[in-house]
């Protein structure tokens, strides 16, 4: 039989600093991130024929349709697999049926993966600060992540430009405040599900408390998943 290769599903509300802590992740663990986001957006920015679908489900704050989004993953999957030393899915699945489409790809096609999910707790008053502050790299290859909130750690060094590739920052659509609210009502909607889901299958879920700077949160996941 081959190896294991840990996978791990960053479940929590947008917002909630997922992908910065895939980020660091990837910097200083080596490991590989797959947004759902990340990848709709990339397809958008193409003008793909399936950008053109996306565009509109996600300047609404809606869900994008699960089969849809499983194509994406099964196709990145088999793409990253043989060369991951770990995975983190962010963003996916979020709804129940991805999730059942999920356990049933991972039996048929990637047994290997072995599953855990961190569940990001935060409340909701501070995710709307937060995600109304947030500016992403427009560069779609970098995508990093910062904030415009005062004295963050995450203030860029010069305003308005990525850190990483100078390229300009945005401010993504679906992070004006209508929109998040909007969102965050979508993910409360299907979040207990998931998860109960999830237990059920035997899935482990560790807590992760996210209302602290992003190192102390990066030094206790290292300290609850190890290396
Ligand atoms: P995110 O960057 O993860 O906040 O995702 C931005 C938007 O992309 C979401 O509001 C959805 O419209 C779409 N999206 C990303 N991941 C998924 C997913 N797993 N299922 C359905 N839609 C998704």
């Not at 889901?197 to 209302?211: D, M, T």
């Amino acid at each position: 039989m081959s190896e294991c290769t840990k996978a791990f599903i960053f479940s929590g509300p947008p917002g909630a600093g997922k992908g910065t802590l895939a980020q660091l992740c990837k910097q200083k663990l080596g490991w590989v991130q797959l947004s759902t986001g990340d990848l709709c957006r990339k397809h958008i920015s193409e003008g793909t024929s399936f950008g053109k679908q996306l565009d509109f489900v996600i300047k609404s704050g809606k869900l994008v349709d699960d089969t849809v989004i499983l194509e994406m993953v099964t196709e990145w999957i088999e793409q990253h697999i043989v060369m991951a030393k770990a995975i983190i899915f962010d963003g996916f699945p979020r709804t129940l049926v991805q999730a059942e489409l999920f356990v049933e790809l991972l039996e048929k096609r990637f047994p290997q993966l072995s599953m855990q999910i961190i569940n990001f707790e935060i409340s909701d008053e501070i995710l709307v600060e937060r995600l109304v502050a947030r500016r992403t790299c427009q560069n779609k290859k970098c995508q990093a992540i910062y904030s415009v909130r005062k004295c963050s750690s995450r203030n860029p060094k010069i305003k308005e430009i990525c850190d990483l590739c100078k390229s300009s920052l945005i401010q993504r659509v679906d992070d004006l405040p209508e929109t998040v609210i909007k969102r965050l009502q979508v993910y409360h909607q299907h979040e207990k599900l998931l998860l109960n889901y999830c237990e059920k299958q035997g899935f482990k879920i560790e807590a992760l408390n996210v209302k602290q700077s992003i190192e102390k949160i990066f030094d206790k996941f290292v300290e609850l998943v190890g290396k």
